[in-house]
């Protein structure tokens, strides 16, 4: 099962709202410098969005983030403990990377995957970059570019049996970038408000 990223969101193809709400959106962080960043963000945020400091994958979500590489290799950071959590999640992440966009997820993208465990039931991943372990430059828009599309994705996106947003509640996203990637914590913080702000900022009650 696994659902193309509906991100194609172009100004030529603008939606109109489809749901009167937004997910939940749990920020983790595991370092203090990353929490302090995720802190100062939520402050500025309206919807459902918290921070949580611990792992990922101690919070109770339907879905979890992989900020991955373009290819879907899971073998560094946060993407090695999914991998270790969910043994076949890799498998099916380079699956539908293969099927929907013939090898290679572009950054500003997202697909999502079962992850074969009853919660959380869907990992999705939105790469930060393009080769593993590749060290971010210092203005990348890529957390953003990330964000952005995981968001998309719970609004857009298509399951086989639904809407993502039907089956998916609560999304739990550690740092995007800021491990392998080098990010400035506050520089991801900032860029995940700024997308949290694009897809439902104006198009959701708050």
Same mark, same amino acid.
């Given at each position: &099962?696994?659902?193309?990223?509906?991100? *194609?969101?172009?100004?030529?193809?603008?939606?109109p709202?489809?749901?009167?709400?937004?997910?939940?959106?749990?920020?983790?962080?595991? %370092?203090?410098?990353?929490?302090?960043?995720?802190?100062?963000?939520?402050?500025?945020?309206?919807?459902?969005?918290?921070v *949580?400091?611990?792992?990922v994958?101690?919070?109770? !979500?339907?879905?979890v983030?992989?900020p991955?590489?373009?290819?879907?290799?899971?073998r560094?950071?946060?993407?090695?403990?999914?991998a270790? !959590?969910?043994?076949?999640?890799?498998?099916?992440?380079?699956?539908?990377?293969?099927?929907?966009?013939?090898g290679e997820?572009?950054?500003?993208?997202?697909?999502?995957?079962?992850?074969g465990?009853?919660?959380? !039931?869907?990992?999705?991943?939105?790469?930060? &970059?393009?080769e593993?372990?590749e060290?971010?430059?210092?203005?990348?828009?890529?957390?953003?570019l990330?964000?952005?599309?995981?968001?998309?994705?719970w609004?857009d996106?298509?399951? %086989?049996h639904?809407?993502? #947003?039907? *089956?998916?509640?609560?999304?739990? &996203?550690?740092?995007?970038?800021?491990?392998?990637?080098?990010? %400035?914590?506050?520089?991801?913080?900032?860029?995940?408000?700024?997308?949290?702000?694009?897809?439902?900022?104006? #198009?959701?009650?708050?």
């Open positions: &099962m696994t659902a193309d990223s509906g991100t *194609h969101t172009g100004r030529g193809d603008a939606r709202p489809v749901s009167p709400r937004t997910p939940e959106l749990v920020l983790c962080a595991v %370092d203090e410098p990353l929490a302090t960043a995720w802190t100062a963000a939520v402050g500025k945020l309206a919807g459902r969005v918290r *949580h400091r611990g792992s994958l101690d919070v109770v !979500a339907q879905a983030v992989s991955a590489n373009s290819y879907g290799w899971m560094g950071g946060i993407d090695a403990v999914y270790r !959590a969910f043994p076949d999640v890799e498998q099916s992440v380079r699956s539908a990377v293969l099927a929907f966009h013939g997820l572009p950054i500003g993208e997202a697909v999502i995957v079962p992850t465990e009853p919660e959380p !039931a869907w990992l999705i991943s939105a790469p930060t &970059m393009r593993p372990g060290l971010l430059p210092a203005d990348t828009v890529h957390p953003y990330a964000a952005r599309a995981v968001f998309l994705q609004r996106g298509q399951l %086989d639904g809407p993502v #947003r039907e *089956h998916v509640d609560t999304i739990a &996203m550690p740092g995007l970038g800021t491990g392998v990637g080098g990010v %400035d914590p506050a520089t991801c913080a900032r860029q995940v408000a700024a997308a949290w702000d694009e897809v439902f900022g104006n #198009r959701y009650p708050r």
